[in-house]
């Protein structure tokens, strides 16, 4: 169907209503809490402080390197992680919308991205924080996050378009990812240090061969270390980035505006 | 000029398949090679075509695809078949809440609602002042409407959704049977939107508001369009089941 990738443009130009609708769903989030905002950091500072020393300790890790690890690493897995779950809501909570007011419906994905996204920045503050305590090197080199960071924003707008999707025809599928990213979390270097599995030659595949290690390397290792990360990370970012706009492309072909009946 | 012209169209819903659909079904269904879905055909081989400056009603019973049919001109239904050609822009009015966040002011609600009802928003800032006047709520508009009475709520969506300049204006008849709950000045209100559009669709269970405003009605049965004319005749053959050919 054509006139789905007409949607898609349509709805892209309508930036001041789902930037609206998006900001807004992050201020009304913490409106009648009495620290608002606060919250995102409290709830992450403490994360990190118990998971951190407990962990650092286990391992044998160094604080001073670890705890910032844990922070961006946290950041930006919380962020994957809020894209598929709550993203892949995007369509099942606009029904209302989608059923009753006559907007391109890509419109609620990229309120979606907006309400996520900001929220991931909002966290990255206190890896700022983290980083000034720590005397993390800054340089040129940290610079080369910010395409890092876009090539994650990618990921996360094109995500949520792939399980919003999904989520809408089969419900069952937001509860299998769930699970699935619960597991890819404690096979993913996010809680303890990737050389500590590749340095054990037998296991090393599981961490080079799991591409949600690459996609956070692409930012982590910048932040932390002020230099760029291995080539072949960015490589395997821009591969999935491939891969998860084609199967978007495929879903949004074979869905369209049919997507109304699943809702 | 703006006109909306619908050939052919057929829609159907298909219940238990698109609507439930869980793993555990299409497993079942994959291992018993049999199929428990049921369609409903919503509509069936609907053409209209309405130019600019026509004002047509839809009647029809419960369940005949007035509001589906709405839902079609609005590109919210996609049809499985026949084609939707829609010049101009096209503004639902089905209900007038969608967009509400609880949580936020009057004044950011009005906004909200506003875009997505297609204002710009410059356009928003010019009306800004007379949705306000209109809702009557002065301070009220600053506090998050969670505290308004149910009677100040309905005034201020009401307000704002009455101030959109569609080309192409659909009403359902909650919308249209508006009268029954609103004063006088709502109704005034009402009456005013719908001169401003270019076209007028509206579907309606009452027929004493009905031919005051349209001169075409079109009368739909399960599905289907069974009288297009002038709304004095379509009224009369609505109100005369007999005559009525049963498809």
Redesign the interface.
């Known amino acids: 169907?054509r006139s789905s990738f007409d949607d898609i443009a349509r709805s892209a130009a309508l930036w001041?209503?789902w930037a609206?609708?998006g900001l807004?769903d992050v201020r009304?989030k913490f409106?009648?809490s009495a620290i608002g905002p606060a919250w995102i950091f409290i709830n992450l500072a403490i994360l990190v402080v118990s998971i951190g020393f407990i962990y650092a300790n286990l391992l044998g890790q160094e604080p001073r390197q670890f705890i910032p690890y844990l922070t961006i690493g946290m950041i930006l897995w919380a962020y994957l992680t809020n894209s598929i779950i709550d993203g892949g809501n995007a369509f099942v909570h606009s029904e209302?919308?989608?059923?009753?007011?006559?907007?391109p419906i890509y419109v609620y994905l990229f309120r979606f991205f907006i309400s996520i996204t900001a929220t991931m920045l909002i966290t990255m503050c206190a890896f700022v924080i983290v980083a000034v305590l720590y005397r993390l090197p800054v340089g040129l080199g940290t610079l080369l996050a910010v395409p890092g960071l876009l090539m994650l924003m990618a990921t996360s707008l094109l995500l949520i378009a792939i399980f919003a999707h999904l989520n809408a025809?089969?419900?069952?599928v937001a509860h299998l990812a769930s699970v699935a990213m619960q597991v890819l979390f404690y096979v993913t270097p996010v809680i303890f240090p990737a050389h500590l599995l590749q340095n054990r030659g037998r296991l090393a595949w599981i961490v080079e061969l799991n591409p949600m290690f690459h996609l956070l390397e692409v930012v982590r290792r910048p932040l932390l270390s002020n230099s760029a990360a291995e080539w072949h990370s960015y490589l395997v970012a821009v591969g999935i980035i491939a891969v998860l706009g084609t199967v978007s492309m495929v879903l949004v072909r074979v869905y369209?505006?049919?997507i109304?009946?699943?809702l | 000029m703006a006109h909306l012209h619908i050939s052919h169209v057929d829609l159907e819903?298909?219940v238990g398949a698109?609507?439930q659909?869980?793993?555990?079904s299409?497993l079942r269904r994959g291992l018993m090679r049999h199929t428990e879905q049921r369609t409903v055909k919503a509509l069936q081989d609907v053409s209209i075509t309405i130019a600019a400056g026509e004002r047509v009603g839809l009647i029809g019973h419960n369940g005949a695809g007035k509001s589906t049919l709405l839902?079609v001109m609005?590109?919210?239904?996609?049809p499985k078949r026949g084609a939707v050609a829609v010049d101009g822009h096209?503004?639902?009015l089905?209900?007038f809440v969608?967009?509400f966040?609880m949580?936020?002011t009057g004044w950011?609600n009005i906004?909200?609602r506003a875009?997505?009802?297609g204002m710009?928003?410059r356009e928003i800032d010019r009306k800004i002042d007379s949705i306000a006047a209109f809702s009557n709520l002065g301070e009220f508009l600053d506090i998050?409407v969670r505290h308004y009475s149910s009677g100040m709520f309905v005034r201020l969506a009401f307000a704002t959704s009455t101030a959109v300049d569609p080309q192409i204006l659909l009403l359902d008849e909650v919308m249209a049977a508006g009268d029954a709950v609103f004063i006088n000045s709502a109704r005034q209100r009402m009456n005013d939107l719908m001169l401003r559009a270019s076209v007028v669709v509206f579907a309606s269970h009452s027929l004493d508001v009905l031919p005051s405003f349209c001169d075409r009605t079109i009368l739909l049965q399960k599905g289907r369009v069974i009288a297009d004319g002038p709304t004095a005749e379509v009224v009369r053959l609505y109100q005369a089941p007999t005559a009525v050919p049963v498809t």
Do not use: N, W
Not at chain 1, 96 to 103: A, C, P, R, V
Not at chain 2, 21 to 24: E, I, P, Q, S
Not at chain 2, 74 to 78: D, L, S, V
């Open positions: 169907m001041p209503i609206r609708l807004q009304l409106r009648r209302g919308y989608i059923k009753q007011i006559s907007l025809r089969f419900r069952d369209g505006r049919r109304v009946f699943a | 819903f298909t698109e609507r659909d869980t793993l555990h299409m839902k609005a590109g919210i239904y996609p096209v503004c639902p089905f209900e969608t967009g966040e949580e936020a950011e906004r909200t875009l997505l009802l710009s928003p998050p």
